[in-house]
């Protein structure tokens, strides 16, 4: 009993990583073609069938391939030629795993073309491999300064109550687990640089940190905490700097092997573009905004917010004023890291980062910031009664994020925008409703590349009519029972029988909108609206008979609806 006492967290870790395995393989999304390999991982993903498969870096077979140019998403550059926007550190990460399902596939019947079932699966589980890892470091740091109590709490929190869970077991290929994992170890290096700098040290560092920022750049800031570790004032500061200047031959070597990790970019770059350095995202339009950070959307809006939508995140926020005499030394790299990371990530023109569970950009913080969740979880449970409030929210909010991972899984929670109206209308519901999807929002994205974030309905009226008239029908049609029974006669598997019921909505929906007139004309009145040259002679006809223009659509819809029933 003892010994399981004194090896809890490696109990939540084995555990939590067993959820994973039983969860992957209950959707088993690598089984379809198209899956996994998706998304914003094709880019990351392509340097690999590019170098090892086609031989080409500068991708110029998909001239004469064009069915992999979407499974790659390059950008076609103002010469013609082909780019990879995202960067290669991804890839590196990947290569192992892409390396055994191509051996795979070369010795089976499975095509050896990258992107068939071996290297899908493969792929999926890489992510399994690194989370592993950074929970092993990030175990290592916890236990430097909490009890296994304490370390447990703080990784089951990390890995069930955040978003990484999501990113491990469902999205698995996504930057964000390779980076909470490789941050992980980099606090470690951090610990014991600071303690004995030798040049084994400096050029993990080095490298590491190249490989970071290599995979997402913004991570540039982790440096941060590098510099600040046990730091604890103004005068301390100083005497860092003087530090880091008598041992710059240290610095040199961090230097030195940070641009060892990086010169496989800069040769890619180099290849492609005929630059060293290349800002690649400009090809899509997509910078910062640094006079227009949008820092309260993007810690508690309800469109994406970070403490929205990862809760638990919000006391390990609360947790660094905990370190000011408990942890000092991890105080000010703390604050300072997620401080100057919340304004870089706020300053992105698309600071919600795409469709995606959450604030996924902010997973890659976890490692960081769960020395000061672990700090909260030990000052509240110094007290009896403030540490039982303390275990039932960190439990409580660990069950809500599963929670909201099956309301995203179902799009109760929308991959896009949220906005208040459709984060209460399926608030602790699994499925969506009707009017979710009348209020949700999504971002204007042409406005967003300029600054500017307005919201626009995720459907336009014309869908929420047809959304409208498809219910009436599929209540239409459950009345009619010798319909009903027919579908029940082909087949009793409800896969098959709602295939079989869409079907036969499809093909009769027509002929009832017919013969309901109101509902119909609703419609009809849309398509007229949407469709501007139309619009442009409904005005002439209108201001020829000297009525309004809404009179004018009503009658020209009348006219319409009677022709289709005609036919």
Same mark, same amino acid.
């Given at each position: ?91 590196? $990460? ?40 950074? $929970? ?54 951090? $610990? ?5 700098? %030798? ?38 500061? %100083? ?6 200047? /008598?041992? *710059? ?12 990790? =990086? ?93 995606? *569970? ?6 890659? +913080? ?7 969740? &672990? ?22 909010? +660990? ?17 896009? =925008? ?14 969506? +409703? ?20 307005? &919201?626009?309905?995720?459907? +336009? ?17 459950? /009345? ?8 029940? &006669? ?78």
């Amino acid at each position: 009993m003892k010994q399981i006492k004194n090896n809890i967290s490696w109990i939540v870790i084995i555990a939590a990583l067993i959820s994973v395995v039983i969860v992957s393989f209950g959707h088993h999304r690598w089984v379809k073609e198209g899956n996994v390999i998706e998304w914003d991982v094709k880019s990351y993903y392509s340097y690999l069938p590019a170098a090892i498969i086609y031989q080409d870096m500068t991708l110029n077979f998909l001239k004469d391939n064009p069915e992999v140019y979407d499974k790659m998403w390059p950008v076609e550059m103002d010469n013609g030629d082909y780019l990879i926007v995202t960067s290669s550190g991804l890839s590196i $990460l990947y290569s192992p795993f892409f390396m055994m399902a191509h051996g795979v596939a070369l010795i089976t019947d499975y095509t050896a073309d990258g992107y068939s079932l071996p290297y899908r699966f493969s792929l999926h589980f890489s992510a399994l491999f690194y989370v592993l890892l950074g $929970l092993i470091f990030l175990r290592k740091i916890l236990k430097r300064f909490f009890d296994e109590k304490i370390t447990a709490l703080t990784l089951l929190a990390v890995i069930i109550g955040t978003n990484l869970y999501y990113y491990t077991a469902f999205e698995a290929p996504m930057p964000h687990a390779y980076n909470f994992s490789l941050i992980a170890v980099f606090v470690w290096l951090t $610990l014991l640089w600071h303690e004995n700098p %030798k040049i084994r040290n400096s050029i993990g560092i080095g490298l590491l940190y190249g490989l970071i920022v290599l995979i997402r750049p913004t991570n540039v800031l982790v440096i941060l905490f590098f510099i600040l570790w046990d730091v604890k004032s103004f005068r301390e500061l %100083k005497d860092r700097i003087i530090f880091f200047i /008598k041992r *710059f031959d240290l610095v040199l070597i961090m230097i030195l092997f940070f641009l060892i990790a =990086w010169s496989p970019q800069f040769a890619y770059w180099k290849t492609v573009t005929d630059q060293w350095i290349f800002y690649s995202y400009g090809e899509k339009d997509a910078g910062f905004f640094f006079g227009n950070p949008q820092i309260k959307n993007i810690l508690i809006s309800y469109k994406k917010g970070w403490f929205v939508y990862t809760p638990i995140m919000f006391f390990a926020f609360i947790g660094i004023f905990s370190m000011i005499k408990r942890l000092k030394q991890a105080f000010l790299p703390v604050l300072v890291y997620i401080l100057a990371m919340i304004y870089v990530l706020s300053s992105w023109w698309a600071w919600w980062f795409g469709g995606g *569970f959450g604030l996924r950009a902010f997973i890659d +913080t976890c490692a960081i910031m769960a020395i000061p969740l &672990a700090s909260l979880l030990d000052v509240s449970l110094k007290r009896k009664f403030t540490g039982i409030i303390a275990i039932v929210v960190l439990l409580t909010l +660990t069950w809500f994020n599963t929670f909201q991972i099956r309301q995203y899984r179902k799009n109760a929670i929308h991959y896009w =925008w949220m906005n208040k109206e459709a984060y209460w209308e399926t608030f602790l519901k699994l499925y969506t +409703t009707d009017r979710y999807w009348e209020v949700l929002t999504k971002p204007d994205y042409e406005k967003a590349r300029k600054g500017i974030y307005e &919201a626009i309905p995720v459907l +336009t009226e014309q869908q929420k009519n047809k959304r409208r008239f498809e219910k009436e029908y599929k209540n239409h049609i459950y /009345k009619q029972k010798p319909v009903m029974d027919s579908l029940h &006669a082909i087949s009793e598997n409800k896969e098959e029988l709602n295939q079989h019921f869409r079907e036969y909505m499809n093909q009769n929906i027509d002929e009832y909108i017919l013969h309901n007139k109101t509902d119909t004309l609703k419609i009809i009145k849309q398509n007229i609206r949407d469709q501007q040259e139309l619009m442009e002679k409904i005005k002439d006809k209108a201001e020829n008979r000297d009525i309004s223009i809404d009179s004018m659509i009503t009658m020209d819809a009348v006219y319409l609806f009677k022709q289709g029933k005609r036919k």
